[in-house]
């Protein structure tokens, strides 16, 4: 089992900058996957961006070149840096870290608000 809270969620400005982050309760070394999803209101749940154990990435085409996706293994952390954040970007952002057997974890859920 394993508990994931997200956190840095929040109001931002267009164009300005803004980090998620998404604690683990263990080590996050044996998840073969941990990402980050959306869901903004009347909208289905998208894929933003997702790391794999050895430090692979792969984005949304919406979130290509402005968002980056990292993880620091000794902190059980994986962090979403927003950068030129756009009103389209407004959502409630999951964290999921999915196991090599499987298993699937997802956070509660952190709102990100792009406004001025």
């Known amino acids: 089992q394993a508990q994931l809270v997200e956190s840095g969620g929040g109001l931002v400005q267009p164009g300005g900058s803004l980090r998620l982050s998404c604690a683990a309760s263990?080590?996050?070394?044996?998840?073969?996957?941990m990402g980050w999803y959306r869901q903004a209101p009347g909208k289905q749940r998208e894929l933003v961006a997702v790391?794999?154990?050895?430090?692979?990435?792969n984005y949304a085409d919406s979130a290509k070149g402005r968002f980056t996706i990292s993880r620091d293994n000794a902190k059980n952390t994986v962090y979403l840096q927003m950068t030129r954040p756009e009103p389209e970007d407004t959502a409630v952002y999951y964290c999921?870290?999915?196991?090599?057997?499987?298993?699937?974890?997802w956070g509660q859920g952190t709102q990100v608000t792009v406004s001025s």
């Open positions: 790391i794999t154990s050895v430090g692979g990435t």
């Open positions: 263990r080590s996050i070394s044996n998840f073969a996957f």
């Open positions: 999921h870290a999915k196991e090599v057997n499987g298993v699937e974890y």
